[in-house]
Protein backbone atom coordinates (compact mmCIF):
# COMPACT_ATOMS: atom_id res chain seq x y z
CA UNK A 1 0.00 0.00 0.00
CA UNK A 2 2.89 2.26 0.68
CA UNK A 3 4.58 1.86 -2.89
CA UNK A 4 1.67 2.79 -3.97
CA UNK A 5 0.86 5.50 -2.37
CA UNK A 6 4.36 6.79 -3.14
CA UNK A 7 4.12 5.76 -6.61
CA UNK A 8 0.95 8.24 -6.84
CA UNK A 9 2.90 11.10 -5.08
CA UNK A 10 5.91 10.78 -7.31
CA UNK A 11 3.13 11.18 -10.88
CA UNK A 12 1.55 13.66 -9.10
CA UNK A 13 4.75 15.68 -8.31
CA UNK A 14 6.36 14.61 -11.52
CA UNK A 15 2.70 16.32 -13.56
CA UNK A 16 3.30 19.75 -11.19
CA UNK A 17 7.07 19.84 -12.79
CA UNK A 18 5.64 19.64 -16.75
CA UNK A 19 5.19 23.03 -18.08
CA UNK A 20 1.15 23.66 -18.03
CA UNK A 21 -0.64 24.27 -21.20
CA UNK A 22 -1.58 27.86 -22.14
CA UNK A 23 -4.82 28.74 -23.19
CA UNK A 24 -4.03 30.17 -26.55
CA UNK A 25 -4.27 33.99 -26.88
CA UNK A 26 -7.15 35.90 -27.72
CA UNK A 27 -7.50 37.80 -30.85
CA UNK A 28 -7.77 41.21 -28.66
CA UNK A 29 -4.69 39.84 -26.72
CA UNK A 30 -2.42 39.87 -29.74
CA UNK A 31 -3.47 42.69 -31.27
CA UNK A 32 -2.80 44.67 -27.63
CA UNK A 33 0.53 43.23 -28.41
CA UNK A 34 1.20 44.08 -32.08
CA UNK A 35 -0.02 47.47 -30.96
CA UNK A 36 2.47 47.82 -27.73
CA UNK A 37 5.38 47.31 -30.22
CA UNK A 38 4.13 49.94 -32.81
CA UNK A 39 3.10 52.70 -30.76
CA UNK A 40 6.15 53.76 -29.26
CA UNK A 41 8.29 52.78 -31.60
CA UNK A 42 6.75 55.60 -33.88
CA UNK A 43 7.69 58.71 -31.27
CA UNK A 44 11.08 57.30 -30.49
CA UNK A 45 12.00 56.36 -34.20
CA UNK A 46 10.23 59.93 -35.65
CA UNK A 47 10.51 62.20 -32.56
CA UNK A 48 6.82 63.15 -33.54
CA UNK A 49 3.16 62.18 -32.35
CA UNK A 50 1.16 60.39 -35.54
CA UNK A 51 -2.22 60.87 -35.21
CA UNK A 52 -2.90 57.66 -35.73
CA UNK A 53 -0.29 56.02 -33.28
CA UNK A 54 -0.86 58.59 -30.48
CA UNK A 55 -4.38 59.03 -31.56
CA UNK A 56 -6.39 55.41 -33.07
CA UNK A 57 -3.82 52.81 -31.82
CA UNK A 58 -3.12 54.88 -28.55
CA UNK A 59 -7.07 55.24 -27.73
CA UNK A 60 -7.33 51.47 -28.34
CA UNK A 61 -4.36 50.89 -26.08
CA UNK A 62 -5.88 53.11 -23.21
CA UNK A 63 -9.18 50.57 -23.93
CA UNK A 64 -7.71 47.35 -23.90
CA UNK A 65 -6.43 48.52 -20.28
CA UNK A 66 -9.30 49.65 -18.74
CA UNK A 67 -10.62 45.90 -19.87
CA UNK A 68 -7.76 44.82 -18.04
CA UNK A 69 -5.33 44.38 -20.12
CA UNK A 70 -1.41 44.84 -19.24
CA UNK A 71 0.31 47.48 -21.25
CA UNK A 72 3.07 48.25 -18.78
CA UNK A 73 4.75 51.65 -19.23
CA UNK A 74 4.33 52.15 -23.01
CA UNK A 75 1.86 55.05 -23.18
CA UNK A 76 3.61 56.92 -20.72
CA UNK A 77 4.90 59.43 -23.43
CA UNK A 78 2.09 59.55 -25.23
CA UNK A 79 -0.03 60.27 -22.11
CA UNK A 80 2.58 63.26 -21.61
CA UNK A 81 2.10 64.70 -24.94
CA UNK A 82 -1.41 64.31 -24.83
CA UNK A 83 -2.09 65.83 -21.10
CA UNK A 84 -0.12 69.24 -23.22
CA UNK A 85 -3.01 70.25 -25.73
CA UNK A 86 -1.63 73.74 -26.08
CA UNK A 87 1.59 72.39 -27.87
CA UNK A 88 -0.34 69.88 -30.27
CA UNK A 89 -0.10 72.08 -32.98
CA UNK A 90 3.74 72.48 -32.61
CA UNK A 91 3.76 68.22 -33.42
CA UNK A 92 5.27 67.96 -36.81
CA UNK A 93 3.72 64.95 -37.49
CA UNK A 94 0.02 65.96 -38.81
CA UNK A 95 0.62 66.49 -42.28
CA UNK A 96 -2.21 69.13 -43.75
CA UNK A 97 -5.45 68.02 -42.20
CA UNK A 98 -4.83 70.06 -38.52
CA UNK A 99 -8.51 68.86 -37.87
CA UNK A 100 -8.36 65.55 -37.76
CA UNK A 101 -5.35 65.47 -35.64
CA UNK A 102 -6.72 67.71 -33.01
CA UNK A 103 -9.96 64.63 -32.92
CA UNK A 104 -8.09 62.35 -33.17
CA UNK A 105 -5.60 63.25 -30.22
CA UNK A 106 -8.71 64.52 -28.30
CA UNK A 107 -10.07 60.89 -28.22
CA UNK A 108 -7.29 59.23 -27.09
CA UNK A 109 -7.32 61.69 -24.13
CA UNK A 110 -11.07 61.19 -23.83
CA UNK A 111 -9.92 57.52 -23.40
CA UNK A 112 -7.43 57.78 -21.41
CA UNK A 113 -9.80 59.29 -18.67
CA UNK A 114 -12.77 56.74 -19.41
CA UNK A 115 -12.21 55.58 -15.52
CA UNK A 116 -11.84 59.32 -14.06
CA UNK A 117 -14.98 60.46 -11.83
CA UNK A 118 -14.07 63.87 -13.05
CA UNK A 119 -12.40 65.17 -16.20
CA UNK A 120 -8.68 66.38 -16.29
CA UNK A 121 -7.87 69.77 -16.84
CA UNK A 122 -5.90 68.97 -20.33
CA UNK A 123 -9.33 66.71 -21.42
CA UNK A 124 -11.27 70.38 -20.57
CA UNK A 125 -8.77 72.56 -22.08
CA UNK A 126 -8.46 69.92 -25.59
CA UNK A 127 -12.54 70.04 -25.76
CA UNK A 128 -12.45 73.63 -25.82
CA UNK A 129 -9.69 74.10 -28.71
CA UNK A 130 -11.88 71.46 -31.17
CA UNK A 131 -14.59 74.17 -30.94
CA UNK A 132 -13.09 76.30 -33.44
CA UNK A 133 -13.23 73.35 -35.43
CA UNK A 134 -17.29 72.81 -35.05
CA UNK A 135 -19.03 73.75 -38.73
CA UNK A 136 -22.37 75.64 -38.19
CA UNK A 137 -24.48 72.92 -39.01
CA UNK A 138 -22.90 70.50 -35.41
CA UNK A 139 -20.59 69.00 -37.47
CA UNK A 140 -16.61 68.63 -37.66
CA UNK A 141 -15.43 67.51 -41.36
CA UNK A 142 -11.65 66.23 -41.00
CA UNK A 143 -11.46 65.62 -44.40
CA UNK A 144 -12.14 66.87 -47.88
CA UNK A 145 -12.19 63.07 -49.76
CA UNK A 146 -15.02 61.70 -50.96
CA UNK A 147 -16.76 58.66 -49.34
CA UNK A 148 -16.60 56.04 -48.23
CA UNK A 149 -13.64 56.86 -45.88
CA UNK A 150 -10.93 55.11 -44.40
CA UNK A 151 -9.57 54.48 -41.12
CA UNK A 152 -7.02 57.51 -41.66
CA UNK A 153 -9.61 60.11 -43.09
CA UNK A 154 -12.64 59.13 -41.05
CA UNK A 155 -15.06 61.50 -42.68
CA UNK A 156 -17.74 63.48 -41.05
CA UNK A 157 -19.95 61.57 -39.56
CA UNK A 158 -17.42 59.34 -37.67
CA UNK A 159 -15.28 62.70 -36.85
CA UNK A 160 -18.67 64.68 -35.31
CA UNK A 161 -19.35 61.00 -33.07
CA UNK A 162 -15.72 61.21 -32.21
CA UNK A 163 -15.87 65.28 -31.33
CA UNK A 164 -19.54 65.18 -29.47
CA UNK A 165 -18.20 62.17 -27.38
CA UNK A 166 -14.90 64.03 -26.10
CA UNK A 167 -17.51 67.04 -25.46
CA UNK A 168 -19.17 64.86 -23.20
CA UNK A 169 -16.33 63.19 -21.76
CA UNK A 170 -15.18 66.90 -20.67
CA UNK A 171 -17.97 67.93 -18.93
CA UNK A 172 -19.93 69.64 -21.13
CA UNK A 173 -23.78 68.32 -20.81
CA UNK A 174 -26.84 67.22 -23.51
CA UNK A 175 -27.91 71.11 -23.40
CA UNK A 176 -24.39 72.78 -24.06
CA UNK A 177 -24.90 74.59 -27.04
CA UNK A 178 -21.92 73.10 -28.88
CA UNK A 179 -23.45 69.61 -27.90
CA UNK A 180 -26.82 70.49 -29.06
CA UNK A 181 -25.63 71.89 -32.66
CA UNK A 182 -24.20 68.03 -33.01
CA UNK A 183 -27.73 66.40 -32.09
CA UNK A 184 -29.31 68.59 -34.17
CA UNK A 185 -27.23 67.34 -36.86
CA UNK A 186 -27.02 63.71 -36.25
CA UNK A 187 -30.78 63.38 -36.12
CA UNK A 188 -31.01 64.79 -39.96
CA UNK A 189 -27.83 63.89 -41.37
CA UNK A 190 -27.80 61.50 -44.48
CA UNK A 191 -25.65 58.74 -44.96
CA UNK A 192 -25.00 56.92 -47.96
CA UNK A 193 -22.20 54.55 -47.19
CA UNK A 194 -22.22 51.89 -44.14
CA UNK A 195 -19.35 54.09 -42.06
CA UNK A 196 -21.35 57.04 -42.58
CA UNK A 197 -24.32 55.54 -41.52
CA UNK A 198 -22.56 53.68 -38.30
CA UNK A 199 -21.07 57.53 -37.58
CA UNK A 200 -24.38 58.75 -37.37
CA UNK A 201 -25.95 56.01 -35.31
CA UNK A 202 -23.18 56.22 -32.57
CA UNK A 203 -23.40 60.32 -32.59
CA UNK A 204 -27.09 59.62 -31.65
CA UNK A 205 -25.95 56.88 -28.84
CA UNK A 206 -28.55 55.83 -26.32
CA UNK A 207 -31.28 59.11 -26.70
CA UNK A 208 -34.48 58.55 -27.32
CA UNK A 209 -37.08 61.43 -29.22
CA UNK A 210 -38.92 61.32 -32.21
CA UNK A 211 -36.43 62.72 -34.09
CA UNK A 212 -33.37 60.30 -32.83
CA UNK A 213 -35.99 57.19 -32.84
CA UNK A 214 -36.71 57.88 -36.59
CA UNK A 215 -33.00 58.14 -37.79
CA UNK A 216 -31.73 55.57 -35.91
CA UNK A 217 -34.53 53.36 -37.54
CA UNK A 218 -33.78 54.27 -41.17
CA UNK A 219 -29.88 53.65 -40.31
CA UNK A 220 -30.35 50.34 -38.38
CA UNK A 221 -32.26 48.97 -41.54
CA UNK A 222 -29.57 49.63 -44.02
CA UNK A 223 -26.79 48.62 -41.74
CA UNK A 224 -28.87 45.36 -41.18
CA UNK A 225 -29.59 44.41 -45.06
CA UNK A 226 -26.09 45.34 -45.41
CA UNK A 227 -24.31 42.68 -43.34
CA UNK A 228 -22.60 40.25 -45.56
CA UNK A 229 -23.03 36.31 -45.53
CA UNK A 230 -18.74 36.25 -44.10
CA UNK A 231 -20.49 38.19 -40.88
CA UNK A 232 -19.13 41.41 -41.57
CA UNK A 233 -20.16 44.76 -43.69
CA UNK A 234 -18.97 46.27 -46.53
CA UNK A 235 -18.14 50.11 -47.16
CA UNK A 236 -21.73 50.70 -49.11
CA UNK A 237 -25.06 48.86 -48.76
CA UNK A 238 -24.68 45.73 -51.34
CA UNK A 239 -21.15 45.76 -51.38
CA UNK A 240 -19.93 42.04 -52.33
CA UNK A 241 -17.22 41.73 -49.78
CA UNK A 242 -16.71 42.53 -46.02
CA UNK A 243 -14.11 45.03 -45.06
CA UNK A 244 -12.37 45.20 -41.70
CA UNK A 245 -12.65 48.83 -40.65
CA UNK A 246 -16.62 49.16 -41.86
CA UNK A 247 -17.52 45.94 -39.75
CA UNK A 248 -15.44 47.18 -36.96
CA UNK A 249 -17.49 50.91 -36.53
CA UNK A 250 -21.01 48.90 -37.28
CA UNK A 251 -19.87 46.45 -34.70
CA UNK A 252 -19.26 49.30 -31.92
CA UNK A 253 -22.43 50.75 -33.07
CA UNK A 254 -24.21 47.14 -32.01
CA UNK A 255 -22.92 46.67 -29.24
CA UNK A 256 -23.46 49.85 -27.85
CA UNK A 257 -27.34 49.64 -28.68
CA UNK A 258 -26.98 45.74 -27.07
CA UNK A 259 -27.22 47.76 -23.59
CA UNK A 260 -30.75 48.64 -24.57
CA UNK A 261 -32.03 46.46 -26.88
CA UNK A 262 -35.42 48.65 -27.27
CA UNK A 263 -33.48 51.10 -29.04
CA UNK A 264 -32.91 48.65 -32.20
CA UNK A 265 -36.30 46.80 -31.90
CA UNK A 266 -37.95 48.61 -34.95
CA UNK A 267 -35.20 46.48 -37.12
CA UNK A 268 -33.93 43.85 -34.78
CA UNK A 269 -35.52 42.11 -31.97
CA UNK A 270 -33.30 40.79 -29.31
CA UNK A 271 -31.72 37.65 -30.33
CA UNK A 272 -31.25 38.65 -33.97
CA UNK A 273 -29.11 42.01 -32.83
CA UNK A 274 -27.36 39.13 -30.61
CA UNK A 275 -26.87 37.35 -33.34
CA UNK A 276 -25.36 39.90 -35.85
CA UNK A 277 -23.05 40.98 -33.20
CA UNK A 278 -21.39 37.44 -33.12
CA UNK A 279 -21.47 37.11 -36.78
CA UNK A 280 -19.85 40.32 -37.17
CA UNK A 281 -17.18 39.50 -34.16
CA UNK A 282 -16.47 36.10 -35.72
CA UNK A 283 -15.99 37.69 -39.01
CA UNK A 284 -12.84 40.17 -37.39
CA UNK A 285 -11.36 37.16 -35.59
CA UNK A 286 -11.40 35.44 -38.74
CA UNK A 287 -9.22 37.97 -40.86
CA UNK A 288 -6.63 38.72 -37.98
CA UNK A 289 -3.17 38.29 -39.10
CA UNK A 290 -0.50 36.35 -37.06
CA UNK A 291 1.07 39.11 -35.89
CA UNK A 292 -1.91 40.35 -33.85
CA UNK A 293 -2.74 43.25 -37.27
CA UNK A 294 -5.58 43.20 -39.36
CA UNK A 295 -5.21 43.73 -43.44
CA UNK A 296 -5.92 47.81 -43.82
CA UNK A 297 -8.92 48.53 -45.27
CA UNK A 298 -8.21 50.28 -48.63
CA UNK A 299 -10.40 52.16 -51.30
CA UNK A 300 -10.58 52.65 -54.69
CA UNK A 301 -7.38 49.87 -55.85
CA UNK A 302 -5.03 51.85 -53.17
CA UNK A 303 -1.87 49.60 -52.43
CA UNK A 304 -1.88 48.97 -48.23
CA UNK A 305 0.16 51.08 -46.33
CA UNK A 306 1.56 50.81 -42.73
CA UNK A 307 -0.41 53.61 -41.17
CA UNK A 308 -3.80 52.17 -42.67
CA UNK A 309 -2.90 48.89 -41.23
CA UNK A 310 -2.40 50.64 -38.27
CA UNK A 311 -5.49 52.42 -37.58
CA UNK A 312 -7.65 49.45 -39.76
CA UNK A 313 -6.27 47.37 -36.41
CA UNK A 314 -6.88 49.87 -33.80
CA UNK A 315 -10.51 50.23 -34.85
CA UNK A 316 -10.78 46.30 -35.42
CA UNK A 317 -9.77 45.80 -31.26
CA UNK A 318 -11.78 48.69 -29.99
CA UNK A 319 -14.55 46.77 -31.59
CA UNK A 320 -13.73 43.81 -29.95
CA UNK A 321 -13.19 45.16 -26.69
CA UNK A 322 -16.87 46.34 -26.90
CA UNK A 323 -16.45 49.56 -28.29
CA UNK A 324 -17.35 52.78 -26.42
CA UNK A 325 -18.72 50.06 -23.65
Not at 71 to 84: I, T, Y
Request: charged letters at 20%; hydrophobic letters at 45%.
Amino acid sequence: MRSFFAAAAALWVAALALPQAQAPATPEAKAVAYLLKQVPAWRAGNGCASCHHTGDATRALFMAAHRGHDVGDALKDARAFLEAPADWNTNKGHGDDEVLMRLQFVSALAAAAEKDLNPSPALVEAAKIILADQMPDGSWVPDASDPPHTPLTWGTAVATWMARTALIASGREPDDFAVAQTDRWTRTAEASTVSDAAGIVLGLGVTSDVMADKQRAKLLNMLRFAQRESGGWGAEPGAESATVFDTALVLIALQELETDPRLARSTYRAEELRDAIAKGRAYLAAQQRADGSWPATMRGGAAESATQRLSTTAWALMALLGGSK
